[in-house]
């Protein structure tokens, strides 16, 4: 079965491996970013978010310790096991759509239904750093689910066992104007094909045909699917070699001012280009991604 309109999941955050964490920090700074501080895995891998107003943020991902991530490959860990897979592949990326719930186990029983699961749940805790100063354990519980068809992308829901009460105003402030993420573009030869898989995970969103693929709505975000040449006349960059099945491909942030957006970046002797009514950033290492910026009222 589908998740009904009425469950929508929420987009949570995009999954981003990285070469390194410093990289990443440096890459999104310039780009005019604010970037939380280093968190660390129980299972060898280590993060440095960018968190937004929205409440959705990106995940840079890197290996803290090989060592530990081929322990935890073995012992069946699905997140690891992905990411280290992808990195075979890809220097980095756009690996996961990540959606917002309350019952992961309700939601891995659904993709093992849907012939759509991606491999056991994952608990884990880390430690975080509270509102008060004090540190506490956050406990995440994870439901993946993976198309064959689709070896460099998947999705999974997450769901936070232990709500902690962390301030973040001052993270999500960033100097670039980000607000949101308003969209996430992905591309594949047949982009509708993969519509019942997102429905699956994210729930009955709308969906509607566009020239180059098909738009989906999530709870709090649109999922944009392309093919490579939607993709190359979005851009207006060189046409991708084709991917195969469902890939990341872009980030769309929604800003208060594009103009702003743009004066700083140019400030920071980062290169742009304006397509339409975006303001399109190519791809360099350490941000996972293109990023696209648009203004939102």
Not at 118 to 137: I, K, N
Not at 242 to 265: K, P
Request: overall charge negative.
């Amino acid at each position: 079965m589908t998740l009904p309109a009425s469950e929508r999941r929420p987009l949570d955050h995009l999954v981003l491996p990285v070469k390194t964490l410093a990289e990443a920090r440096a890459r999104l700074a310039a780009l005019g970013f604010t970037v939380a501080p280093e968190a660390r895995h129980p299972f060898g891998t280590e993060n440095a978010c960018v968190f937004l107003a929205s409440g959705t943020y990106l995940e840079p991902l890197a290996v803290a310790s090989l060592k530990e991530c081929q322990a935890a490959v073995e012992q069946g860990n699905v997140f690891v096991a992905r990411d280290q897979a992808f990195r075979l592949r890809h220097a980095e990326g756009l690996l996961a759509i990540v959606g917002q719930t309350a019952d992961a186990g309700l939601d891995h029983a659904r993709f093992v239904e849907n012939g759509l699961s991606g491999g056991d749940m994952l608990a884990f805790e880390r430690p975080v750093l509270q509102a008060d100063g004090q540190t506490a354990q956050a406990g995440f519980r994870l439901a993946f689910s993976a198309d064959p068809q689709s070896p460099d992308f998947f999705l999974f829901t997450c769901q936070r066992v232990r709500p902690l009460t962390v301030d973040r105003a001052a993270l999500e402030r960033h100097d670039n104007g980000a607000l949101a993420i308003t969209s996430v573009i992905l591309t594949a030869d047949d982009p509708a094909s993969h519509l019942p898989w997102l429905r699956v995970v994210l729930g009955e969103g709308w969906a509607e045909a566009r020239p180059y693929g098909v738009a989906f709505s999530t709870a709090a975000a649109q999922i944009e699917i392309v093919d490579a040449a939607g993709l190359q006349a979005m851009t207006g960059l060189p046409e991708r070699p084709a991917a195969e099945g469902l890939s990341g491909a872009a980030v769309v942030f929604g800003v208060a001012d594009l103009q702003v957006t743009e004066r700083l970046l140019a400030d920071k002797g980062v290169a742009t280009i304006r397509r339409q009514s975006r303001l399109i950033v190519p791809h360099q290492a350490g941000q996972g991604a293109l990023y696209l910026f648009q203004e939102v009222s």
